[in-house]
């Protein structure tokens, strides 16, 4: 048992995953001597060198593009992509052929690439340092997708990607990074695309991922005060789902709120609300409802907690399921 | 496996330089400048009242007053010898970093700290100056100036435009693509490289094996290493550059060959991964210095010159600090704001949720 921050507890990950498979190799941005901008990978060049640990060039396009190649040729690269905002111009790469060459191949080729993305806002930055762009990829069929909400689950949840057989994007709550839990590294570790219940509640199922988890747990304990009693799923996997999870709480609750800092319109909210609904439907006391980001770019920083959704935002949406 | 005979076997990269760091002035064959001396004063002054404003920008950001900043430290004289070239007519397309540029486009220093304050994205008006908004996501200006370039020359405009990036950027596929369409179309561009040596933490060999500004040679048009740490070689060559530009000569691409005195934003930490010596030793070459050892030695600019500048950046260096505390918050609902043209149905109903959601705080809670 060791108390970690979420980014330590990713670093201890990755540290282990390249000391289990030779083949794994880190990739990126200043992910060498810096160890990342947010020191995910700090100490790895050192104890691993240069041949591991790859500063690239500045080109994520370039990053993702070579992933594959090395891929083909037996390799494990897990890159980073340095904020959100830059995964697009390696959009191509990860749309285009990161996830549809494996089926091209008719199953013969794998691309066991981990794409690490740092995601979310709350921490003051300029533009295209706070996006949620986890829809994107959710929407592209070929890719596996997971976000971890706190330091055991990203220990273990990174290694589990990288052990994947498939391309794996993984979104990591960067607002998060600096929070501290303790990682029974020794656990055994829930299967990746498994959910899980944060808090068990009897009134409403709130849905979560990534960053959100925390300020719905925190939502949750300010509902108990005033006697409602919300349950929180942390979804960990946003595709494929872990629909039964999901279906279960609802049909035991009877309300549902999904909870993203992506905007709502196209967001993964609005997938979970219409499989909740087929699903669920006769079980429903009230539609799904949705809290989250708006339908603008994210905003100049002083703008953010207008934006984010926040502990009464969340509330607000758990009122309203019971005003129906 | 064949050795290729040629590599390594280049002649050493050539910098144009007009001005040593000891502060001589030199001849060079292919570029020249002719200063009077109040065009000098003018540039000395450009380049202490730029620092200025980036040294009370990174004091504004040590005390919280702004998220981030990105600091021009050491790069001024690419900056204001370029800027100082560019014509009314002319567009510049910047980074995050170009606030020398910015200051001599005429953009009021204070609204370059909103975004980093995070107040706005961008605090000017791109026409007003012709410069354009500072873009982050690395490499995409570049395309956009060859765009507009490309407009210029369909108008028949006296004008170029001119895009600056750092040495990273170079390995970025837009850059590239830049490259290939400004050298097609023989768009009237300048593509203006400041070699500050590092990208974040990643020093140039990360990016390239040979001297960036022979890169262009493969694209078809040609590239020159300025000293970046020059004020007259960098209007000198970028004056030429723009010029060969709007006379229909196509592109060519500046390599600035210059230093990032400070660490990347304010919080980076270049400790980490650069040794102290390096600094020292650019010091001795800082773009300044040599500037104010020339005006001495030739008498441009006396003690009372020199102390009236700095008189004047320190009431500069007030003034922004001053409006920048000023600087008000936007309203909540200024976040629906300029999304589209005009507002969608949807988007104004998010708007209205929000107002009467914010509504319902007021006067409790
Ligand atoms: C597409 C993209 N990828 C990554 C980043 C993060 N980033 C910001 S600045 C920077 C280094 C830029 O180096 P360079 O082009 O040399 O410019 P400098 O900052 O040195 O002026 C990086 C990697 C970004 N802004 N955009
Ligand atoms: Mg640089």
């Not at chain 1, 593009?65 to 340095?82: D, F, H, M, S």
């Not at chain 1, 319109?265 to 087929?278: C, F, K, P, Q």
């Not at chain 1, 207008?306 to 005003?323: G, K, Q, S």
């Not at chain 2, 600035?256 to 020292?280: C, I, K, N, Q």
Request: glycine share 8%; proline share 6%; charged share 25%.
């Amino acid at each position: 048992m060791s108390t970690l921050t979420l980014a330590k507890a990713l670093n201890d990950g990755l540290r282990a995953a390249m000391e289990d498979d030779p083949k794994v190799l880190i990739m990126g941005e200043d992910v060498g001597k810096l160890g990342g901008v947010f020191r995910v990978t700090d100490g790895l060049y050192k104890d691993f060198g240069d041949s591991r640990v790859i500063d690239t060039p500045l080109a994520e396009s370039g990053i993702i593009g070579t992933a594959i190649g090395l891929a083909l040729r037996g390799y494990r690269p897990v890159c980073e992509i340095q904020f959100d905002g830059f995964v697009f111009p390696a959009a191509d790469q990860i749309i285009t052929q990161l996830a549809k060459m494996p089926l091209r191949s008719l199953g013969k080729l794998r691309l066991p690439v981990v794409v690490r993305i740092p995601c979310g806002g709350g921490i003051g930055a300029v533009e295209h340092h706070s996006e949620s762009p986890e829809a994107y990829f959710t929407h592209t069929a070929g890719l596996r997708v997971v976000a971890c909400s706190n330091p055991a689950d990203a220990y273990h949840m990174i290694q589990q990607a990288i052990r994947c057989e498939d391309p794996v994007i993984f979104f990591e709550p960067k607002r998060r990074y600096w929070d501290k839990a303790v990682v029974d590294k020794a656990a055994e570790a829930l299967p990746m695309h498994r959910g899980v219940v944060a808090r068990p509640g009897t009134d409403v199922t709130v849905l979560a991922y990534g960053p959100m988890v925390k300020t719905c747990l925190e939502a949750a304990t300010a509902a108990a005060e005033e006697g409602r009693s919300l349950e929180v799923v942390d979804l960990r996997s946003l595709s494929p789902l872990d629909t039964d999870l999901i279906f279960e709480s609802v049909r035991k609750t009877g309300r549902c709120v999904v909870a993203h800092e992506a905007p709502v319109n196209s967001g993964l909210g609005a997938e979970i609300a219409a499989r909740v609904t087929e699903a669920c439907f006769y079980n429903l006391e009230a539609p799904v409802l949705r809290a989250g980001g708006f339908s603008t770019p994210y905003p100049p920083s002083r703008l953010e907690d207008d934006y984010l959704p926040d502990l009464d935002r969340v509330l607000d949406a758990v009122d309203r399921t019971f005003a129906f | 496996m064949t050795v290729d005979a040629s590599r390594g076997a280049e002649a050493p990269p050539e910098l144009v330089q007009l001005l040593t760091p000891e502060g001589e002035r030199v001849e060079h064959p292919a570029y020249d400048i002719d200063l009077s001396p109040e065009e000098i004063r003018a540039l000395y002054r450009d380049l202490v009242l730029v620092r200025r404003v980036d040294m009370e920008a990174v004091a504004l950001q040590r005390q919280g007053e702004l998220g981030i900043w990105a600091s021009l430290l050491g790069q001024e004289a690419a900056q204001i010898g370029s800027g100082r070239a560019l014509t009314d007519a002319d567009m510049a397309f910047p980074t995050y970093r170009e606030h020398g540029v910015a200051w001599c486009r005429g953009v009021d220093p204070v609204n370059l700290l909103g975004l980093f304050r995070g107040v706005n994205h961008g605090g000017w008006d791109p026409a007003d100056h012709n410069f354009h908004l500072y873009t982050i996501v690395i490499g995409s200006q570049t395309l956009h100036a060859v765009g507009y370039a490309m407009g210029i020359q369909r108008d028949g405009a006296d004008a170029a435009s001119i895009v600056y990036f750092g040495d990273g950027a170079t390995s970025q596929g837009d850059v590239n693509e830049a490259f290939i369409w400004a050298s097609v179309f023989n768009a009237p561009v300048v593509f203006f490289c400041q070699n500050n040596q590092w990208a974040i933490s990643e020093p140039l060999e990360k990016q390239s094996k040979i001297p960036l500004y022979r890169r262009a040679s493969g694209f078809g048009f040609p590239g020159v290493r300025v000293d970046g740490n020059d004020v007259f070689a960098c209007l000198a060559v970028t004056r030429q550059a723009l010029k060969n530009a709007r006379e229909g000569q196509g592109p060519t691409l500046i390599e600035a060959f210059t230093y990032r005195m400070g660490a990347h934003t304010t919080s980076d930490d270049p400790t980490r991964y650069r040794v102290a010596t390096e600094l020292e030793a650019w010091k001795l070459k800082d773009p300044i210095e040599r500037v104010k050892a020339y005006m001495f030695k030739s008498q441009i600019g006396d003690q009372d010159f020199f102390d009236a500048v700095d008189a004047e950046a320190a009431d500069l260096g007030r003034d922004v600090r001053k409006r920048c505390l000023e600087m008000p918050d936007p309203a909540p609902l200024e976040i629906f704001e300029h999304v589209y043209v005009e507002p969608n149905a949807m988007l104004a109903e998010e708007r209205d949720q929000y107002a009467a959601y914010l509504a319902t705080f007021e006067g409790g809670e």
